[in-house]
T-cell receptor
Framework: NAGVTQTPKFQVLKTGQSMTLQCAQD?????MSWYRQDPGMGLRLIHY???????DQGEVPNGYNVSRSTTEDFPLRLLSAAPSQTSVYFC????????????FGPGTRLTVL | GDSVTQMEGPVTLSEEAFLTINCTYT??????LFWYVQYPGEGLQLLLK?????DKGSNKGFEATYRKETTSFHLEKGSVQVSDSAVYFC????????????FGSGTRLLVRP
């Protein structure tokens, strides 16, 4: 049982490049989400999904796309990276999200030059 | 909207000192409240939680009591150790969006030997 895994661990992009941050969980959790962590601002919700085929926007969705084709995977796409997207990104999952423990992945540190 | 406010850090203590990290929240109804901990270079881990008023969450010597009357969920530990050095995040999940976590900005704790 690997829990929540994220790849890559580190990434450097140039402005305008695209990339996908990968997130997978093997706990059969329905709910998955993406957060970004910036200094002094805590974690902010980007997008979330309550099940395969269902996604919705969080607090800071602009510049990011998501899809959920399987229960296990929830990739986050940056179509045209900007320096403002330099951050640490965390994926999380939980069984149903309601007062349940959310399990966080180890994070991806992204730098956009 | 719902929000969480934490005391600013860093908090620097000597080993065996008493710890309090303040957390207050704004939310409608009765949210669930959480404390997460992030050790250097790692993702977030759930430390403790409380789901209704007057509940006390506890784990690893840390405690926090859900105070509805003061909308607070302060984290306490009677005797901190060097290994407690980390960033602590207070968070809530609201009744209208129970699967979304809203985080405070985090408080860095440094414990000196």
């Amino acid at each position: 049982n690997a829990g929540v895994t994220q790849t890559p661990k580190f990434q450097v992009l140039k402005t305008g490049q695209s990339m996908t941050l990968q997130c997978a969980q093997d706990m059969n959790h329905e709910y998955m989400s993406w957060y970004r962590q910036d200094p002094g601002m805590g974690l902010r919700l980007i997008h979330y999904s309550v099940g395969a085929g269902i996604t919705d926007q969080g607090e800071v969705p602009n510049g990011y796309n998501v899809s959920r084709s399987t229960t296990e995977d929830f990739p986050l796409r940056l179509l045209s990276a900007a320096p403002s997207q330099t951050s640490v990104y965390f994926c999380a999952s939980s069984y149903d999200g309601s007062t349940d423990t959310q399990y966080f992945g180890p994070g991806t540190r992204l730098t956009v030059l | 909207g719902d929000s969480v406010t934490q005391m600013e850090g860093p908090v620097t203590l000597s080993e065996e000192a008493f710890l309090t990290i303040n957390c207050t929240y704004t939310a409608t109804g009765y949210p669930s409240l959480f404390w997460y901990v992030q050790y250097p270079g790692e993702g977030l881990q759930l430390l403790l939680k409380a789901t209704k008023a007057d509940d006390k969450g506890s784990n690893k010597g840390f405690e926090a009591t859900y105070r509805k009357e003061t909308t607070s969920f302060h984290l306490e530990k009677g005797s901190v150790q060097v290994s407690d050095s980390a960033v602590y995040f207070c968070a809530l999940s609201g009744m209208d969006s129970s699967y979304k976590l809203i985080f405070g900005s985090g408080t860095r704790l440094l414990v000196r030997p």
